[in-house]
């Protein structure tokens, strides 16, 4: 199965998307998290990356459609399906990715999108954390790590600062809408209710899931 996560920053997409990859076996292709791994390893694309990302604003269309189209192209993905997980996030990457997918003969089967007001997102982002170690994501109020956890032990995203989040979201409020169009559409798209427990959105996700496969 090949799907899209779609959803404003902070709505949950890192969040259910470890969980429906454990459960559905599938590739995780985070955008992000691939641009945050190069700035890590201080490589020239994360240094480019970083000069967009501690803005707030998206990098490139070319760089970005580029890693992914390298990333689709490997072998894994046709054994175990994926899950695309902060692309697209502008018009010309879901045509880029459509090409993409037509090259390489994959369908994309659906599109999820998870919902949220965007007044709720400042204290998701703002509380957000981050394990040093396994990068698994949590929130220091609606998801805490177990026990009396060690806040060494975390990090918080240089863009989740309050100076990062409000760019971020005028950006991906603008550009969200008409990818969404373009994948309703096709008949592609999920809505799903991001306003509820992690383990609410979790179960709506399987049952839209499971409605795709049908
Ligand atoms: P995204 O990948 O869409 O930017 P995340 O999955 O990283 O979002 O979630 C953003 C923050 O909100 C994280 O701190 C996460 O623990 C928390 N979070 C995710 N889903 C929920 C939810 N349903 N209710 C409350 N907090 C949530
Ligand atoms: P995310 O982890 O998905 O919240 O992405 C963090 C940041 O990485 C974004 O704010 C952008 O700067 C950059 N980024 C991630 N995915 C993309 C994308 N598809 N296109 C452009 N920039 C992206």
Redesign the pocket.
């Known amino acids: 199965m090949n799907l899209l996560i779609m959803g404003l920053?902070g709505a949950g997409?890192?969040t259910q998307a470890a969980k429906l990859v454990e459960n559905y076996g599938l590739a995780h292709i985070?955008?992000?998290?691939m641009?945050?791994a190069a700035i890590a390893n201080e490589t020239e694309l994360g240094l480019l990356?970083k000069s967009?990302?501690d803005g707030?604003?998206?990098?490139p269309?070319e760089v970005?459609n580029g890693i992914v189209k390298e990333r689709l192209a490997q072998d894994d993905i046709k054994e175990k399906g994926f899950l695309l997980?902060?692309?697209?996030?502008?018009l010309e990457?879901a045509h880029a990715l459509d090409q993409n997918l037509a090259d390489l003969g994959i369908n994309l089967d659906g599109v999820i999108n998870i919902e949220i007001d965007p007044s709720k997102l400042l204290e998701r982002l703002s509380g957000r954390i981050i394990h040093k170690q396994t990068g698994e994501t949590f929130h220091k109020v609606f998801n805490p790590p177990a026990g009396d956890y060690n806040e060494d032990d975390y990090y918080q995203r240089e863009?989740d600062k309050p100076e990062s989040v409000a760019r971020?979201l005028e950006v991906n409020i603008a550009q969200g809408q008409p990818i969404l169009d373009h994948y309703r559409a096709k008949n592609l798209v999920q809505d799903i209710e991001g306003d509820q427990d992690i383990e609410l959105v979790f179960e709506d996700l399987k049952k839209a899931i499971e409605s795709l496969k049908s």
Do not use: C, I
Not at 56 to 59: C, D, F, I, R, W
């Open positions: 920053p997409k890192g985070s955008t992000g998290d641009f945050r990356a967009y990302m707030g604003n998206l990098v269309d970005t997980d902060g692309y697209p996030r502008t990457q863009d971020r």
